[in-house]
């Protein structure tokens, strides 16, 4: 048994080589539909499938007969495919363990278990791992790693992306790989081959998000202490309540202050710029270039001091925003209010 990132088992496929049995399991599903999808297209040949490729799906299936599936020979090839999505719902799925234990060769067997994890009691986790097997386990990401996971996945599919693009996308998609997979492709074939770098315009021309009105703006206008700005964004905001979650927007404004305080402390205590740049870089801002421009400017207007009662105002705002504490009110309402209190 090996545990295995997504990479590692795609290095393998490529490479030619097909363990018995792939545990693909996790609170993320993109990772897992990646290798899955990967082994069904790659594992033989179209006109071999017909007779020994087979997709099961959990909730149509039990642990018994996913086994009974897999105990069989290839049809004139070199292996079976066997294929189990959703495999969260297949009933008795502990009794897979039975045909593990002594898994044929010539088969592959891919469990999907998406949006948690296996559980690691199970004789059968026992047994993929002496089957020699591979298990991946993926994780959420959190709202602040996305961006970088999207420059990441823009770089090996052979194009690069702006910073704030990637921002930008990350605002709109949140934590989820798969629509930021398919916001990629869709800028990709829009743009055509001649595609090197995609653009916040790219982003707001082919994705439907404006780049005027978000919450990275938002963050900005309050900066420099825009009130007039800031206040024509929140309630263009205000207007669409289901496009700009109020949630989202807390959190990305937290984390502009979170890093704006890292910044304003390092250089207040080294009384260097490019000290206070480094810190910032060192808590998950990405370019050089963009802390300069923004936080060297808004470290002249907000102080250490400044920047934590505000994050403590938005982790304020926060839980009044799931109603705790807070009469109901609008979206655009609470982000007037917030507004204000953070510019004074």
Known sequence: MAVLSQEEILKELKGGTYRPVYLLMG???YPIDVVSDYIEQHAMDEAERT?????LYGRDTSGKKVGLECDQYPTFAERRVVIVREA???SQIGDLETYVSHCLPTTVLVICHKYKALDKRL?????IEKAGGAIMETKKLYDNQMPHWISTFATKSGFGIEDRAADLL?????TNMTDAAKAIEKIRAAVGAGLKTITVDM?????????EYN??????????KDKRKALTIVKAMGQNEKAYPVQAIIAALYNGFDHLFTYCFAKATTKSDDEAVKAAMAVGERSPFMVSKNFGPASRLYTASDCMRITNLLAEYDMRSKGYNWPETTTRDMLVDLVCRVIG
């Open 27 to 29: 609170e993320e599903p």
């Open 123 to 127: 004789k059968l986790y026992k047994a």
């Open 203 to 211: 982003v707001s021309d082919n994705v439907g998000i404006s780049k």
């Open 88 to 90: 969260q719902a297949t």
């Open 215 to 224: 919450a990275f703006e938002l963050r900005d206008a309050l900066f420099r």
């Open 51 to 55: 007779f020994n490729q087979t997709v």
């Open 170 to 174: 990350a605002e709109h998609v949140g």
